[in-house]
Each structure stands twice: as structure tokens, then as C-alpha cells.
């Protein structure tokens, strides 16, 4: 008998697979191996800048385009996992995933680096849909399912903690490109042992897969994004009013096109469903209140404060305590005291951190930025967890790749949208510095790039001038990520009584599913 046929029969007879949480051990290595990949730029930047030398623009590029291609490609992934298997799938990226990033190690020029990260995108959309999807498909038991939603998001953070401590020590000793290869291991691990112990899950009657709208959708996303991102960088032109009206006419042609088939890439009528779309809203304007800040911040702790690379990394650790604690106790207390509830406190714990930000500067001590951090990961282990396990369980197993999808897709949208408006906060307060008089005006434009650029081009100053201009540099940046930590504390304080009403009388399922 096969893997598979032996995991549906268990589940007729039980609702449970014997083999479940050894399939979870596997699922979580791919979760590490994108969260690693994701932590380990922001500590890399510095070292990067120096060595690429990319301009404040590339250097923006670099950081969001990783999650441009993501949020384009996921549901049209997690749609070809429920068709093709989600097993095949996930090893297929992960493969890939692993030869992509040999290729972000050795890239030799900004232009070379951003091709690669975006092909690291187009790997990195089959990981995540297809370990949540298999996830529903494998848990059949809501309160086990809970639990294991609270490993995968708890693998999530970790792997957030060991990139940067990792990655913090390849980086004392080795070049900024080592950071990369720490990928092919986990990716080496996964593939063969998830060969050998994953069970295969797709719907057995998706229909064909649909490559008019996989373009409408990869077209549409990628569009609105860079609209937003050169409007928020360059200010409102014809370019940028030409991409959101071609984003936006994909987008809603992609609709359109989801009601007329028989066999949708995406059922877009989920979205009727108040918790469903509660919970998405609620994950997409998190990480973008967010992910901004946390871009920016391994820059502060080692360009304005001084910290090595390794010390940084360190000093990054209690967000993913504070998430992993809170990751594994979500489900159980969204049942004793309601999903809105702890969606809404995790959401305003985040808030209340970014706030308390807001008051950074050069010499401020450590005690704060930990505390900050640390509130960050409880909140966000609470609403990340919760908000998760409501969109899989509102829609049926054989949908679970595309509802992943959506899921994943509002994560990586926020990302880069944070990123880019948040990001482009931060470059334009801090460009907005004046160098001492006697700088030369080619150093000073380099300086004005971005502040591992004004590091960089002090080098080639006498140290009175190079500490004037830098010190100004780092004033500067700092006053930006205030603002940016309150823009996003406002956006995370809305988004709590949002959620609030959006999520009123949403439950958690109990009964096991057969």
C-alpha cells in the first residue's frame, strides 16, 4: 500500500495521520529556510553596500524585490500545489531555493544581485503555501492543528533568530555573500528526508491550471507594488500612474476571469467570508507596519550604534522569543478567550512597541530596544498564530494551497509595501542631511546614497571631516526610522480595532474533520 493510501485510510478510520508530527519536523526545515534567508539580508546590508556599492534606489530594490516576485507568484503556486501535489511541489522549490541562493552569494554587482533575489522569489513562492496547505491537509484534529500552526509560526521566528546570529558570526569571518550558502544544508535535509516521509495531498479535482491567469495575477501584483513603491520614492508621475492603472486592470480582469472558470486559480468568493478576509487584512497591514522598521533596524544597531554584526544579530534574539513563546499558546487561548480578542491585543502589544520607538536615538541603551523587541515577538506569535489557523480552517482541505496562498501572498505584499513606503520614509529624511562645506561634492552625493554609502565615502576624508559628515549621516537616519516606527505604530493601532469588528464572533474550530 502507498504512503498516501495508508494516510487516507488512518484518517477515515481516526482523523489522524501516526506519521503527523514527523511530517511537521520537515515541514518546519522549509519554514527555516525561508526565514533564514529573509533575516540574514537585513544583517548583510552594510557589508553589501560597501562591497556592491549599490545606490539608495538598488539598495531598496535588493530589499523588496525578494518579496515583489513572492507576492506575485504565491497563489498561482499555491494553486499548481493543490493541482500537481503539494509534495512535489515544495521539493521542487526547495531544490531551487538552495541553487538560487549560490547564485545571491557570488553576485558581483547591485544588478546582478537584484536579478538573483528575484529568482530567490520565484523558488520562495512554492515554500510557504505548500507547508501550510499540507499542514490542513495532515491535522484533521482543529486543536492539534492549532498546535501545529503554532510550530510552523514558532519555526517562523526562530529561524528569524538563528539567521542573524548565524549569519552575524559567518559575517566576523567570512565575506557578506556566506550568509547565502547557509541555505543549502537545511535545503539538502529537506529534500531528502521530505523524499522519503512527507505524505502527497492535492485536490483530486482541481481542473487545469490556468496560465492566462497566472500572468493577470503576476502582472497585476507586480504592477500596483511598483507604483506605490516609485510614488512613495520619486513622488506622482506618468510612469507611476501608468503601472497602477495596468496593475489595477490586471487585477480586475483576474477576478473577472476567477468567476467565469470552472476550475478558478483562485476562489475568489472566500473572501465573502468576514473572518477570512478579516484575518488577511489583518496580516497584510502588520507586516507592513513592520517590515519597514525591522529592514532598517540591523542598519541602527551596527551603523549608528556601533554593534559588529554577530552582537547585532544577538541583540535582534527577543522578537523571536517573545513570537515562539506566544506561537504556541495562540490557539489555546483564542479558544478560552476569542479569536478577536487575541488577534486585537497582539496586534496593539506590536503598536505599543513601534510607539515606544518613536523616542530612539544614537546613544539610547539597550533596555529599550530589547523590551520593544521583545513586546514585538509576544504580539506578533498572538495575531500571526491566530489570524493563520482562521483562514485554513475557513475554507475546505482541497483548497488549503490557495488559501495558503492568499495568506502568504498579504504577508509578502505587506512586506514590500512596508519596505517601500516605510523604507522610502527613512531614505528621504535621512538624504535630506547637509555635509560639511569642505566635503567634495562626489563624496557628498555618495554619502547622501545611503548610510552604509556615507560610511564608505568617509573613508576617503581627513577623520575631523569623515566624523562630521558620518555623525550628521546617522542623525539623520535616525530621525527617518522614528518617523517610520511611528507611521507604522499608527498603521498597527488602526488595525487592532479593525480587527476588533472585523473578527467579532469568529471561533476556532473543535471537532475533528474525517
Known amino acids: 500500500m502507498s504512503r498516501t493510501a495508508q494516510l487516507s485510510r488512518t484518517q477515515g478510520a481516526e482523523g489522524k495521520s501516526p506519521g503527523r508530527w514527523v511530517a511537521l519536523s520537515v515541514l518546519v526545515l522549509a519554514v527555516l529556510l525561508v526565514a533564514v534567508d529573509a533575516t540574514v539580508l537585513g544583517l548583510a546590508t552594510p557589508a553589501l553596500s560597501e562591497d556592491l556599492k549599490p545606490s539608495g534606489t538598488q539598495l531598496l530594490w535588493i530589499g523588496d524585490i525578494y518579496s515583489f516576485v513572492i507576492a506575485g507568484l504565491l497563489v498561482s503556486m499555491g494553486s499548481l500545489g493543490d493541482r500537481i501535489g503539494r509534495k512535489k511541489l515544495l521539493l521542487i522549490g526547495a531544490t531551487a531555493f538552495g541553487g538560487v541562493s ?50 510552523w509560526g514558532a519555526a517562523a521566528s526562530a529561524g528569524a533568530a538563528i539567521g542573524p546570529v548565524v549569519g552575524g558570526a559567518l559575517l566576523q569571518y567570512f565575506w557578506w555573500g556566506s550568509v547565502f550558502l547557509i541555505n543549502l544544508p537545511v535545503m539538502m535535509v529537506l529534500v531528502l528526508v521530505g523524499s522519503k516521509l512527507l505524505p502527497e495531498s492535492k485536490n483530486p479535482v482541481a481542473g487545469p491550471w490556468d496560465l492566462f491567469s497566472v500572468a493577470l495575477s503576476l502582472v497585476g501584483v507586480i504592477a500596483v507594488v511598483y507604483a506605490v513603491k516609485e510614488a512613495a520614492t520619486h513622488g506622482p508621475s506618468w510612469e507611476v500612474w501608468g503601472f497602477a492603472v495596468l496593475g489595477a486592470g490586471a487585477l480586475y480582469l483576474f477576478v473577472r476571469r476567477q468567476f467565469t472558470l470552472a476550475s478558478p486559480l483562485l476562489d475568489v468568493r472566500l473572501f465573502k467570508h468576514r473572518g477570512f478576509s478579516g484575518a488577511v487584512l489583518a496580516d497584510l497591514l502588520t507586516v507592513f507596519g513592520l517590515s519597514g522598521l525591522v529592514f532598517f533596524l540591523s542598519q541602527f544597531l551596527q551603523l549608528v550604534q556601533g554593534r559588529e554584526p554577530l552582537e547585532a544579530g544577538l541583540a535582534e534574539l527577543p522578537a523571536a522569543v517573545g513570537a515562539v513563546v506566544t506561537g504556541l499558546l495562540a490557539g489555546r487561548f483564542a479558544r478560552r478567550y476569542s479569536v478577536r480578542v487575541i488577534v486585537t491585543v497582539g496586534l496593539g502589544a506590536i503598536g505599543i512597541a513601534l510607539a515606544a520607538l518613536t523616542v530612539l536615538h544614537k546613544e539610547t541603551g539597550y533596555p529599550l530596544i530589547g523590551a520593544a523587541l521583545l513586546l514585538v515577538g509576544l504580539g506578533a506569535g498572538f495575531s500571526f498564530t491566530v489570524t493563520a489557523d482562521v483562514i485554513l480552517s475557513s475554507v475546505p482541505k482541497e483548497q488549503a494551497g490557495s488559501a495558503s496562498a492568499v495568506s502568504e501572498t498579504a504577508y509578502e505584499l505587506g512586506a514590500a509595501l512596508g519596505i517601500a513606503l516605510l523604507g522610502s520614509i527613512v531614505t528621504g529624511v535621512y538624504q535630506g542631511f547637509t555635509a560639511p562645506a569642505s566635503v567634495p561634492a562626489p563624496v557628498a552625493d555618495a554619502a547622501h546614497e545611503s548610510l552604509g554609502g556615507a560610511v564608505e565615502a568617509s573613508k576617503a576624508l581627513d577623520p575631523h571631516t569623515a566624523a562630521q559628515m558620518v555623525g550628521a549621516a546617522q542623525e539623520a537616519f535616525v530621525d527617518g526610522l522614528r518617523l517610520a516606527a511611528g507611521v507604522g505604530a499608527a498603521v498597527l493601532l488602526a488595525t487592532a480595532v479593525a480587527a476588533w469588528f472585523l473578527l467579532k464572533g469568529q471561533e476556532l474550530q473543535d471537532g475533528i474533520e474525517h
Do not use: C, K
Not at 121 to 150: K, Q
Open 102 to 151: 549560490v547564485l545571491n552569494a557570488y553576485a558581483t554587482s547591485p544588478e546582478m544581485m537584484i536579478v538573483a533575489r528575484a529568482l530567490l522569489g520565484v523558488a520562495g513562492a512554492t515554500l510557504m503555501p505548500s507547508t501550510l496547505a499540507l499542514i490542513r491537509n495532515i491535522f484533521h484534529d482543529p486543536r492539534e492543528r492549532s498546535l501545529a500552526i503554532g510550530i
